[in-house]
């Protein structure tokens, strides 16, 4: 059973609409991470977390905006969608430095 | 900077053979943490396994077995006797801890074809 969630899996969605993406953890964890992974597999870290009220830009540029105001939920928001925000995003969290990051199971983002 | 190499980015087997996926990294930590992760088509990433830098005996799990080796910094994964059920992209990670953030650092992944 799944400790992470994202929802929605698939969204199918028009160019200029605000989305946010959903994800929350159960298990407590501070840190949490947005990874975006285009079809050519590699994953890019978009956002991440170290805890409540703590966010920072990942390795890539991305137009999206994340918040932490509660431990288990960090969304993710498109203000106005774009064809070049089509993606699959994953959201993760990690208990500890020695420990890997649990993968939500993912949101595949089509911009039309 | 910390960096993985997976040099294959795609490797196609027919069902029963031995396959072995590469993964090099390069760190300036002495003490660090490797991991490989499976994606299969329905898209979510699968834990496998984690191993730390003062651990190199190599592991066994079923028909999976990683080998790594310090001297090389290399951390590479065999799959014996694959299966259909095997077909997926794996990646090779590596523990990144630059400010607190535990980041980590993945390989740009190696899709593996097990075809029947």
């Known amino acids: 059973e799944a400790d992470i969630y994202q929802t929605p899996r698939y969204l199918v969605i028009g160019t200029g609409k605000k989305i946010t993406l959903e994800c929350s953890q159960t298990m407590g964890h501070d840190k949490m991470y947005w990874y975006q992974q285009d079809p050519g597999m590699e994953l890019h870290l978009i956002h991440y977390s170290y805890g409540v009220n703590s966010t920072e830009k990942g390795d890539l540029s991305s137009e999206s905006t994340v918040s932490r105001i509660r431990t288990e939920h960090f969304p993710l928001t498109l203000e106005s969608a774009r064809p070049s925000h089509t993606s699959q995003y994953l959201c993760?969290?990690?208990?500890?430095?020695?420990?890997?990051?649990?993968f939500g199971s993912g949101t595949r983002l089509t911009v039309v | 900077a910390q960096k993985v190499t997976q040099a294959q980015t795609e490797i196609s087997v027919v069902e029963k053979e031995d396959v072995t996926l590469d993964c090099v990294y390069e760190t300036r930590d002495t003490t660090y943490y490797l991991f490989w992760y499976k994606q299969p088509p329905s898209g979510e990433l699968v834990f496998l396994i984690r191993?730390?830098?003062?651990?190199?005996q190599n592991e066994i799990s079923g028909r999976y077995s990683w080998n790594f080796q310090k001297s090389t910094s290399s951390f590479n994964f065999t799959i014996t006797a694959s299966q259909v059920v095997d077909s997926a992209v794996y990646f090779c990670?590596?523990?990144?801890?630059?400010?607190?953030?535990?980041?980590?650092?993945f390989g740009k992944g190696t899709k593996l074809t097990v075809n029947p």
């Open positions: 191993r730390n830098s003062f651990d190199e």
């Open positions: 993760a969290s990690r208990r500890g430095v020695d420990y890997g990051y649990t």
């Open positions: 990670a590596l523990s990144e801890d630059q400010g607190g953030s535990e980041k980590l650092v």
